[in-house]
């Protein structure tokens, strides 16, 4: 139990374009996703924290019009990076939590994007 | 400082051998704690979640956590080469809600 996809789980695009990156929780409703980001040999950053039908709370620092999320169902939450340049290459991880703020998290499986 | 130290590594170790991963923090709200298994390229893996002090056992891991000290640990009996990961602490609570506070991870490998 407790699976998390994404999908893709690498992507090349290239500098301009923009991204979409997809976290299902396949077996349970996620009330509550995470987004992360992780640069080589570092640990997780969260970038934000969206819950199913309302608008997606962002870390200090993340741009919010850059790093677009939906989050339009109970098993699905979408990141899109908005004209994508070389710098945001990086891992990102969705993870996601079922009912209450105890619940623990469970992660996907990645994505690893690449901006040339 | 930063609100959860952990000693990045590596950390060698033979086939066989008892691993001790720990992880000190600031933050005495926490509340929930956790260790999750990364392998390269993939997204975390829980091993285990603890609630306040105390010990927690699941086959050869085990997890401690001493509230008092600021202090938490993971125990590997019996480490196989299928252990080498990064394994990463996290904890909750404390005002920051469900939001999870990763330490920087230990790289560990087991050596044949």
């Known amino acids: ?21 997809e976290c299902r929780s396949l077996d349970f409703q996620a009330t509550t996703m995470f987004w ?3 640069f080589p040999k570092q640990s997780l950053m969260l970038m934000a924290t969206s819950n199913e039908g ?3 709370t962002y870390e200090q620092g993340v741009e919010k019009d ?9 098993t699905l939450s979408t990141l899109t990076v908005t004209s994508a340049h070389p710098e945001d290459s990086s891992f990102y991880i969705c993870s996601a939590q079922t009912g209450t703020s ?15 | 400082q930063k609100e959860v130290e952990q000693d990045p590594g590596p950390l060698s170790v033979p086939e066989g051998a ?15 704690f956790m260790w999750y298994r990364q392998y390269s390229r993939k997204g975390p893996e829980l091993l285990m979640y603890t609630y306040s002090s105390g010990n927690k056992e699941d086959g050869r891991f085990t997890a401690q956590v001493d509230k008092s000290s600021k202090y938490i640990s993971l125990f590997i009996r019996d480490s196989q ?7 990463l602490c996290a904890m909750s609570g404390g005002g920051g809600g469900n939001k999870l506070t990763f330490g920087t991870g230990t790289q560990l490998k087991v050596e044949l």
């Open chain 1, 66 to 74: 850059k790093f677009l999320i939906n989050h339009a169902s109970l």
């Open chain 2, 18 to 32: 008892i691993v001790s991963l720990n992880c000190t923090y600031s933050n005495s709200a926490f509340q929930y």
């Open chain 2, 81 to 87: 080469p299928s252990d080498s990961a990064t394994y």
């Open chain 1, 36 to 38: 992360y980001r992780q």
């Open chain 1, 54 to 56: 309302s608008k997606a």
């Open chain 1, 102 to 116: 105890t619940d623990t998290q469970y992660f996907g499986p990645g994505t690893r994007l690449t901006v040339l």
């Open chain 1, 1 to 21: 139990g407790a699976v998390v996809s994404q999908h893709p789980s690498w992507v090349i695009c290239k500098s301009g374009t923009s991204v979409k990156i």
